[in-house]
C-alpha cells in the first residue's frame, strides 16, 4: 500500500512559479510517479511523469519547457517546478504511482493523493 500527499499549491498570478511536492509513504521502489490535474468541467490529464530511477521524464505540451519533475528517492518525494504559470495552469493537481514503466493514461495508475489547488490569476 502506497499512500500520497500532495503539497505546495496555492494562489500565484499569471507568470509565477510554484513547486509541487509529493510525498510517498510505503514501498516505492520501482514506482513510475506522474504528476495530473484536474480543472472544473475537465478531465484528469497527464502533466508529467517520471521513472523509478529518475532517468527519463515526459511533459505534457501544455507544460513543456516550463516545467521539471524531478524525484528524491531517499526522501521518497517527487516534485514539480512550474514556471511561467498561466491562468490555463489553475487545477487540482494530483500526483500517483505506478509499479512498472512510465505511462500517461490515468487509468494505469495505482495510487493517487488527495490533490492540491493550484489558481493562477490573470
Known amino acids: 500500500q502506497v499512500q500520497l500527499v500532495e503539497s505546495g499549491g496555492g494562489l500565484v498570478q499569471a507568470g509565477g512559479s510554484l513547486r509541487l511536492s509529493c510525498a510517498a509513504s510505503g514501498h516505492t521502489s520501482s514506482y513510475a510517479m506522474g504528476w495530473f490535474r484536474q480543472a472544473p468541467g475537465k478531465e484528469r490529464e497527464f502533466v508529467a511523469g517520471i521513472t523509478w530511477s529518475g532517468g527519463s521524464t515526459y511533459y505534457a505540451d501544455s507544460v513543456k519547457g516550463r516545467s521539471t519533475i524531478s524525484r528524491d528517492n531517499a526522501k521518497n518525494t517527487v516534485y514539480l517546478q512550474m514556471n511561467s504559470l498561466k491562468p490555463e495552469d489553475t487545477a487540482d493537481y494530483y500526483c500517483?504511482?505506478?509499479?512498472?514503466?512510465?505511462?500517461?493514461?490515468?487509468?494505469?495508475?495505482?495510487?493517487w493523493g488527495q490533490g492540491t489547488q493550484v489558481t493562477v490569476s490573470s
Open positions: 500517483a504511482v505506478r509499479r512498472g514503466s512510465l505511462v500517461v493514461l490515468t487509468t494505469l495508475y495505482d495510487y
